[in-house]
C-alpha cells in the first residue's frame, strides 16, 4: 500500500509534547505537528529497550483516533543504571538519589521509537542506546544544579543539552539519542518506509 508522504501540508505527527522532541524535529527542518499522549510510563513490562519501545508504540497508537491517514511518531527514553531504571525525577529528593547514582559512572541512555504508518500500522520500532559516562559529583554541585529547575520533567534528572552538560565526561553512541531522539536513525527508517522521497526537504 502506497501512502503520502510527509510533507508541509501532510506533516507527521509527533505523539508527544516534549519541547527537546520538538526542538530536535525543527532543528532537521522536518515538518510535523505535536500531539501529546496520555500514556502511564510506569505500565510496560521487560527489559529497558523492549519497556521504551513498548511505551513508544502505546504513545503513538494513543493519538492514532485523532491524527488518522498521518504519518505518526512516539518516543520513549529512559536512563539505566546499573540494571535500574531511572525515570523523571517527582521531587528534590529523587534528584538528589538519582543524581548520585550516576555520580562517577558510566549509563545508557535507551530511547525506543515506533513509526505508525497512515493506516494505524506499526511501520518500524527500535531502541538506540547510548553509554554516558558522568564526572564525580560533589554535593555542592548537585545542590546548584537542582536549584537551576532543569533536573524537572527530564529522565535520570539532567538535561545533556542544558546546564548539565557540565556533568558529562563522554558519550558514546547518538547525541541526539540523549537529548530524546535517534534523529539519524529516524530519518533513516522514514526514507526506507517511504514516510519521505528525500533528505533534507526543499525550504
Known amino acids: 500500500m502506497s501512502f503520502q ?3 508541509k501540508e501532510n506533516p507527521l505527527i509527533l ?3 516534549s519541547p527537546r522532541r520538538k526542538r530536535l524535529l525543527q532543528q532537521i527542518g522536518l515538518p510535523f505537528r505535536s500531539l501529546p499522549s496520555q500514556v502511564d510510563e510506569n505500565q510496560a513490562p521487560g527489559e529497558p529497550p523492549v519497556k521504551a519501545v513498548l511505551l513508544a508504540e502505546k504513545k503513538a497508537k494513543a493519538v492514532y483516533a485523532q491524527s488518522k491517514d498521518r504519518w505518526i511518531l512516539g518516543a520513549d527514553t529512559m536512563v539505566v543504571v546499573d540494571g535500574r531504571i531511572l525515570g523523571k ?7 538528589h538519589s538519582m543524581l548520585s547514582r550516576l555520580s562517577d559512572k558510566e549509563h545508557e541512555v535507551i530511547t525506543g521509537f515506533c513509526v505508525l504508518d497512515p493506516s494505524g500500522e506499526v511501520a518500524h520500532s527500535e531502541a538506540i542506546t547510548t553509554l554516558v559516562k ?5 554535593k555542592g554541585e548537585i545542590n546548584a544544579y537542582v536549584a537551576t529547575g532543569e533536573p524537572f520533567g527530564k529522565a535520570g534528572s539532567y538535561a545533556i543539552q542544558g546546564v548539565g552538560a557540565f ?9 541526539t539519542n ?7 536513525a529516524l530519518v533513516k527508517s522514514l526514507l526506507a518506509l517511504g514516510a519521505l522521497k528525500d533528505f533534507p526537504l526543499s525550504p
Open 89 to 95: 525525577p517527582r521531587d528534590h529528593e529523587d534528584i
Open 5 to 7: 508522504a510527509i510533507n
Open 178 to 184: 540523549v537529548v530524546g531522539l535517534p534523529v539519524c
Open 167 to 175: 556533568m558529562v565526561e563522554s558519550i558514546s553512541g547518538s547525541y
Open 15 to 17: 505523539a508527544s509534547n
Open 134 to 138: 558522568m564526572k564525580r559529583l560533589g
